[in-house]
């Protein structure tokens, strides 16, 4: 009997599910030991890496080889396509799993020679499949299988062969991501980079969360590094870094909590990231060390690996020695995340790169930048978290520390340092220019670091000597007035301080030296010293202090604090070791008595100035002074009496002080001043006696000038005409040419007049007529006053020379005239004129009339034309007076006609006609004459009407009756007619 196992007829479908089933179950116990190694893949060799062992639970061998071997006599015996596909395809895998089986364990199959045939059996069988299946739905599956299993046969080619149609036929596939990567693997291994970053690409693209991604980012930068293109590697590795650490939870805080670390990533991810940061950062190196990085990542976002970048190039130069280029990277960092965590960190690196190179000034500049940048003034400090601050403040504590004292120490020894001796002036000149820049910069430079220390650490123990320090520098560096403040504000809150003394003391020498410079605020400067008195009473720089306010405050007229410093100095205890001299005390007395003074306490003034003049001998230098301090308080007294209007009083103090001190200088004032008190008492004869004592005692004194004035001044008020007179008549024979010779010599004139020392008055006045004809209205009171002077001597000829001087003078005067000076020349032509009115009435007409009439009308024409010279000067008195006076001589010609003496022998016919005859003659003199008394009528209208005027309208109610002589109607009017 045959067994049913050797028919595959008689097997039925649920006994081949069976072993189906079981192969599928069993495939994998198996295996002792699986180890999934790729000994000649580039990836692997190039990290010499292990094959990882993963070692499963024990289960026998046989079975899988039986199965092997079952699946093959099924075949043989099946008619079922569908399902010999199905055993086929298991037969495959099988043949996969032996031959991996016996690879991992070093064990050669019984059926093949060696191991590369147990690769091959499971090559032909898929090979098989895809030949008799060619549109078989797992064909994806198969083609895997096969790429795997050429590739684990070294057939590298038909690896990639079957790959490339695996990606074909099924590009999405769920083994796309795998499939590029090992298609990438084969090209990277054949030197085909440029494939294989192609390659690489499309592995990362099919899945960007896959276990190839970071694989795949990693080839394809060294691809792009074999291939020269280093941009496309470093964005290549920093792809494959920054997917590594996105795995990481702790990376989504990377900017507010710790940043990522290699430390963190898997043991398997840690050598590949740390590889891939040391071929960027040798990039890096190449295109611009941290200034290339921070272009790099400018336009991505944030990278929290980036710092592992810095920092692996920074690293990679301190191995090489490169400090500068070290110190570089990290402060590039540094300066583009200022608020990354580790920014402070870097910073440091950043120095310390400089220290460990042994570049001191370098380090130095780098600790100024990170106080630059992480300080108050200018750096984020009042930006940053309490946690932030906690990080940079030992730093900052520790710079600035060394920089405010090394800046310091390099401006004072820049200060101390002179031009070498054999330079020429020009230029030592120019280097102490030079050194003058430099030096100002370190001490701007060290004011500025203590002044930040005191900031960030009010309540550090090196504050206070920080704050003396700043004030030092700023002292040092003539920068005064700042340096008060910081002295005053360390000496007055650190009084307990050794130094704080010295600084209060240090903040008066800064008010000393800008008041040299003319720019102190003495105010100020004097509370600083009122504070120093008032705090460091002990001090033994207290008492020239408290001089010196007491000077300055004397100085100023500011008495009463002159006053109180004088008071305190006298109240002084000088402590142990400080004397106060009597010649201490005696300033403070003078200062006190003129303070007083000056406050016009002079009653109390006076005893203190008293007490000095006998605590001093009288063969001290110093007497003579006191002396006149003395003087100057009777004579402030007498000033203060004055004052008050009390000239009695001020008097008797000036002659107490002329009395007292006659040799002294005062004594000369004082007299003066006693003249000028008596002239405004109207005390005369006393100012009299004192005036010509000045005059004699004191003839070379400047004053002197005065004098005389001052008695012409008493002998005007005491009526000493004549005196005065004679005094003036010789100030204008010290001086005939000048204004006031002039004005002297008229005021003589005038005075002598009321001295009634006519002669001399007359002479006076000549003299002034003759020598001054400007100016205009004064020389024609001169020429009046000597007309008036020979009228009253009846010296007519000579008052007419004088009047005829006033006339010519007024003719030629031009714009000179005056109302005055016409008045007086209308006055001078008047009397000409009567003159020659009164030759005109001499004239009698006597027969023969012709000839008496000649002479008669040549006197009427000399004296009409001197009437005309009056009214010529149009004075309204006079012009009314001379047209009534000639209508005067008009009338009086008339008359006289009329009263001529008649012929003898004219018979009683002939006289008749002879009168006829001597009407007609008189009637146009009648008619000139009204004319003419009309003309002072017509005046009436304009408001004018005096005494001739008056005459005037007599004489026409007697010619002309009818027209004149009418009575006066007046009407009275009340307030209602209003």
Request: charged share 25%.
């Amino acid at each position: 009997m045959i067994s049913r196992f050797h028919n595959p007829s008689l097997l039925s479908a649920s006994v081949i599910s069976a072993l189906i089933l079981a192969g599928c179950a069993t495939a994998p116990q198996e295996d002792t030991q699986v180890v999934a190694t790729q000994t000649d893949t580039p990836l692997l060799n190039s990290l010499n890496i292990k094959p990882v062992s993963v070692t499963p639970s024990e289960a026998p061998i046989a079975p899988l080889t039986e199965l092997r071997d079952g699946y093959g006599v099924i075949l043989e015996k099946l008619n079922d396509p569908e399902l010999a596909q199905h055993i086929q395809l298991r037969l495959g895998d099988v043949e996969m799993l032996l031959a991996e089986k016996h690879q991992a364990a070093g064990t050669q199959d019984p059926k093949s020679s060696d191991n590369s045939k147990a690769w091959q059996r499971a090559i032909d069988t898929y090979e098989a499949l895809l030949a008799t299946y060619p549109d078989e739905k797992t064909q994806e599956e198969i083609l895997y299988q096969l790429s795997r299993a050429y590739d684990l046969q070294g057939q590298t080619e038909n690896s990639v062969r079957v790959l490339t149609q695996l990606l074909k036929v099924q590009p999405d596939s769920i083994h796309a991501s795998e499939a590029w990567f090992r298609l990438g693997e084969a090209h990277y291994s054949n030197d085909r980079y440029r494939e294989a970053a192609r390659a690489y690409r499309n592995s990362m693209e099919v899945d960007a969360s896959g276990n190839f991604f970071v694989m795949s980012a990693y080839m394809k930068g060294w691809s792009h590094y074999k291939l020269e293109q280093f941009g496309n590697a470093l964005e290549a590795f920093d792809t494959m870094v920054d997917a590594s650490f996105s795995a990481l939870p702790e990376a989504v805080f990377a900017f507010n909590g710790t940043p990522p670390e290699v430390a963190m990533l898997p043991k398997g991810e840690q050598k590949l990231v740390s590889d891939a940061l040391r071929v960027m950062a040798i990039l890096f190196s190449y295109r611009g060390d941290g200034k290339a990085i921070a272009e790099f990542y400018a336009d991505r976002e944030p990278a929290p690996h980036s710092y592992l970048v810095y920092d692996e190039l920074a690293q990679q130069h301190l191995n090489n020695d490169r400090y500068q280029d070290a110190a570089d990277v990290y402060l590039a960092f540094a300066y583009h995340h200022v608020s990354h965590p580790l920014s402070v960190a870097f910073y440091v690196k950043h120095v310390d790169a400089y220290l460990l190179g042994e570049f001191p000034s370098l380090a130095l500049e780098a600790k100024a930048g990170f106080v630059n940048t992480f300080g108050r003034t200018y750096g984020v400090w009042d930006e940053w978290s309490e946690i932030y601050r906690e990080k940079s403040s030992p730093y900052l504590r520790e710079y600035l520390t060394t920089l405010s004292q090394s800046e310091h120490s390099i401006a004072q020894t820049l200060a101390k340092t002179k031009p070498d001796a054999s330079l020429n002036e020009r230029q030592a000149k120019m280097v102490r220019a030079l050194t003058d820049v430099q030096k100002d910069k370190a001490y701007a430079k060290a004011a500025r670091y203590y002044r930040e220390f005191i900031s960030l650490f009010p309540d550090d123990e090196s504050t206070p000597d920080m704050q003396f320090f700043l004030a030092e520098s700023l002292f040092e560096a003539q920068q005064f007035a700042e340096s008060v403040d910081a002295y005053e504000t360390f000496a007055y809150a650190n009084l307990s301080h050794e130094k704080s003394a010295e600084a209060a003391y240090s903040a008066l020498l800064a008010h000393n030296e800008m008041a040299l410079a003319g720019s102190g605020d003495t105010d100020a400067q004097n509370a600083s010293r009122k504070r120093f008195v008032d705090t460091f009473t002990g001090d033994p720089r207290v008492l020239p202090v408290a001089q010196t306010l007491m000077q300055y405050y004397f100085d100023n007229q500011q008495y009463v604090q002159a006053a109180q410093w004088s008071d305190w100095l006298l109240a002084y205890q000088p402590p142990e070791g400080v004397t106060f001299t009597r010649e201490d005390e005696n300033a403070a007395i003078v200062v006190k008595a003129y303070s007083l003074y000056g406050l016009e306490h002079y009653a109390d003034a006076q005893p203190v100035v008293e007490q000095l003049l006998t605590r001093l001998p009288a063969s001290d230098p110093r007497v003579d002074e006191l002396k006149r301090a003395y003087a100057t308080i009777l004579y402030r007294q007498a000033d203060s009496a004055v004052a008050q209007n009390n000239l009695p009083v001020a008097i008797t103090f000036l002659e107490t002080l002329i009395a007292s001190l006659p040799d002294s200088d005062a004594r000369i004032n004082a007299q003066y001043d006693v003249i000028s008190h008596l002239l405004t008492a109207q005390r005369y004869e006393e100012a009299q006696r004192w005036l010509l004592d000045f005059e004699s005692r004191f003839p070379a004194n400047p004053l002197q000038e005065t004098i005389p004035d001052k008695l012409l001044f008493v002998y005007e008020q005491t009526g000493q005409w004549d005196r005065a007179a004679v005094h003036l008549l010789a100030t204008y024979k010290q001086s005939p040419t000048t204004d006031a010779g002039r004005e002297a010599l008229w005021q003589a004139a005038e005075y002598f007049e009321q001295a009634n020392m006519n002669s001399e008055a007359l002479a006076a006045y000549r003299d002034y007529a003759h020598a001054f004809p400007e100016p205009f209205s004064q020389a024609t009171e001169a020429r009046y006053k000597m007309s008036e002077f020979y009228l009253a001597r009846g010296d007519e000829a000579k008052r007419r020379y004088w009047l005829k001087k006033l006339m010519d003078a007024q003719d030629a005067a031009g714009d000179k005239a005056t109302g005055r000076s016409r008045t007086l020349a209308a006055m001078s032509a008047m009397v000409f004129a009567t003159d020659a009115e009164t030759v005109f009435e001499r004239i009698k007409l006597t027969a023969p009339l012709r000839a008496s009439l000649v002479d008669k009308r040549e006197a009427l024409d000399n004296a009409l034309a001197s009437f005309n010279k009056v009214i010529s000067y149009g004075v309204r008195d006079y012009v009314t007076e001379a047209n009534h006076r000639l209508g005067e001589l008009y009338l009086t010609l008339a008359k006289d006609l009329m009263d001529s003496e008649r012929p003898e022998g004219l018979s009683a016919l002939e006289s008749t006609q002879y009168d006829i005859l001597l009407e007609e003659q008189a009637f146009p003199f009648e008619e000139k004459a009204i004319d003419v008394y009309e003309l002072n009528a017509a005046r009436i209208p304009d408001g004018i009407y005096d005494e001739w005027i008056k005459a005037s309208m007599a004489k026409l109610a007697a010619l002309l009756p009818v027209r004149y002589r009418k009575e006066e109607i007046t009407e009275v009017l009340d307030e209602a007619d209003f």
